[in-house]
């Protein structure tokens, strides 16, 4: 939530979710990638095994190859799918421990788990990722080191072995770890970056939205009203007097009182509602789905709680606030024609004598 108003019905831009959806978007990219290398390499294997007359695992990895081909196609043409990846997940993991009970090529399956690693973590990222690898080292183990384990034709000696799976060990730590880095450098850059564009939209002094802000949020109103038929109301505020206040007291003690009415004016509007600081002492509030005479009975309100907080300080201290009130009407007028109807009836009610509300 953007620091200086409430919960934000307006703001289109979900930070966690942008961050989800970029990641999904790496992950399946390098699905794509993964596919690629698995059907290139697997291709290879059964050249290589249909070279040497083994005609049965020359088919099987063509066939495996096929299958991968198939799955890369599908990709591409579904589009963006949190399946992908459990997807690209599962046939690598079926081309693994085919690989590693048949020994593959030469007896060189193993080498697959050189692919296997790197592609869960990408996949699955590092905690998910080094999950199911210490799974599968666990698997991987068994199928080698227990006695005629079914289906093992491939002939692997004990210290092959032994050597594999310390490979397999410290293979998965170690892009864990690489990955483990980029995850926290992203999250770091996620945070500055959510940082800066709360800075860019907040005032520093009083923690409302700026008038950039505003700005972006009357125009999205105004693009949802449009398109809804619906009705907002601006109000524009402006502490009366205030030149006086700094010049008797001093500007430290004009600054608290900023930052005083600003809370009085967060604290008292809906959770829908936008206060923001709109110029030195000019305050906006932007009502949506209300009329002038709804607008009217908050700036009234509003009023009130500004005035009331003459009581806050000692000795007690002249506080007013004279709003211009305006409804906004996406069938007529532009945002711009509905801030200068606003600003000008908040300068009548200076001209009637300030602390009050004008909104016709």
Known sequence: ???????????????????????????????????????????????????????????????????????????????????????????????????????????????????????????????????????????????????QFPGLTAEYDTAYRARFLAVFG??????ALLDSSRHQTQQLLHRLTQELENRASTDALTGLANRREAYRAINEMERRNR?????????????????????????AFGDRVLQDVAEALRDNIRADDIVARWGGEEFLVLLPNTDLRGGGVLAEKLRGRVEALRRKYDPPVDISISFGVAEGDPACATHGQLLAEADARMYRAKDGGRNQVVAV
């Open 1 to 147: 939530m953007t620091p200086g108003y409430k919960n934000n019905s307006l703001t289109l831009r979900n930070p966690l979710e942008e961050t989800r959806q970029l990641d999904l978007r790496r992950r399946i990219q390098a699905s794509g990638y993964m596919l690629i290398f698995s059907m290139a390499i697997t291709g290879a294997m059964g050249s290589i095994a249909l070279t040497g007359g083994d005609l049965l695992q020359a088919g099987t990895l063509f066939g495996v190859a096929a299958l991968i081909l198939a799955a890369y196609i599908t990709i591409n043409l579904v589009g963006q799918s949190r399946s992908t990846p459990l997807l690209v997940g599962t046939l690598l993991l079926v081309l693994y421990f085919y690989l590693l009970l048949s020994g593959g090529v030469n007896n060189t399956g193993l080498m697959w788990a050189v692919m296997l690693v790197p592609g869960f973590i990408n996949l699955y990222g590092y905690k998910v990722g080094v999950a199911a690898l210490t799974a599968i080292g666990g698997i991987t183990a068994l199928v080698l080191f227990y006695p």
């Open 170 to 175: 410290a293979l998965t730590a170690l892009t």
């Open 227 to 251: 398109h809804l038929a619906g009705r907002y109301t601006v109000l524009i505020g402006d502490l009366d007097n205030f030149k006086t206040i700094n010049d008797t007291y001093g500007h």
